[in-house]
């Protein structure tokens, strides 16, 4: 049973078409939601961390939201740099450090 | 947030045989973490290492196939022993740092293994 599923599995975008990635979970007991930016051949790259709904972030072209039971990545205005998988993750009460991820939406802008 | 680094970047290596990933953060840290990302997954926890203690290790994982060290609060190692092509993965390791009590992992660079 997923406990964290991101949609679309792949978004392919024209620069400058903003859009929304999604990010569904089915934890209780939410102690933090977090996005991270993967490029090909790197590890993760801290993004944001949401603690409660209704929570918002913003960093350059990308902000963050969080309701009770998603997470939006909103991608506003996109450019061809920001192609990479976006990767979401949730630690839940009781599981210490554990951050369960789901397995990322590949998006891709072309110029 | 804290710099990482590991090494190797990638290997390849037979079945059967065994390799030991190296994971150094450049300031002390409590928790060091161990994930795997193999394709088309999640990446997904192994253990938790803190300095001093025996692993923590998550359910499906265990010692005698991932065994871990960890001799200080900057370093760690992760070995994969008796490698078949299923673990043919990424191998991450993470901290936990952020700042004003935030509680985000960071991750370093990854290793790229490939069994044949």
């Known amino acids: 049973e997923d406990q964290v599923t991101q949609s679309p599995e792949a978004l392919r975008l024209q620069e400058g078409e903003s859009s929304s990635l999604n990010c569904s979970y089915t934890?209780?007991?939410?102690?933090?939601l977090f996005w991270y930016r993967q490029d090909p051949g790197k590890g993760p790259e801290f993004l944001f961390t949401l603690y409660s709904a209704g929570e918002e972030k913003e960093k350059e072209r990308l902000k963050a939201t969080l309701t009770k039971k998603e997470s939006f990545l909103h991608i506003t205005a996109p450019k061809p740099e920001d192609s990479a998988t976006y990767l979401c993750?949730?630690?839940?009460?009781?599981?210490?450090?554990?951050?369960?991820f789901g397995k990322g939406t590949l998006l891709t802008v072309n110029p | 947030s804290a710099v990482i680094s590991q090494k190797p970047s990638r290997d390849i290596c037979q079945r059967g045989t065994s390799l030991t990933i190296q994971c150094q953060v450049d300031?002390?840290?409590?928790?060091m973490f161990w994930y795997r990302q193999q394709p088309g997954q999640s990446l997904t926890l192994i253990a938790t290492?803190?300095?001093?203690?025996?692993?923590?290790?998550e359910s499906g994982f265990v010692i005698d196939k991932f065994p871990i060290s960890r001799p200080n609060l900057t370093f760690s190692t992760l070995t994969v022993s008796n490698m078949s092509p299923e673990d043919s993965s990424i191998y991450l390791c993470?901290?936990?740092?952020?700042?004003?009590?935030?509680?985000?992992?960071?991750f370093g660079p990854g290793t790229r293994l490939t069994v044949l």
């Open positions: 993750a949730v630690r839940q009460s009781g599981s210490n450090y554990k951050l369960t």
């Open positions: 993470s901290v936990e740092g952020g700042t004003s009590g935030t509680n985000e992992q960071f």
């Open positions: 934890v209780s007991g939410l102690r933090g």
């Open positions: 290492a803190n300095q001093g203690s025996e692993a923590t290790y």
């Open positions: 300031s002390q840290v409590t928790m």
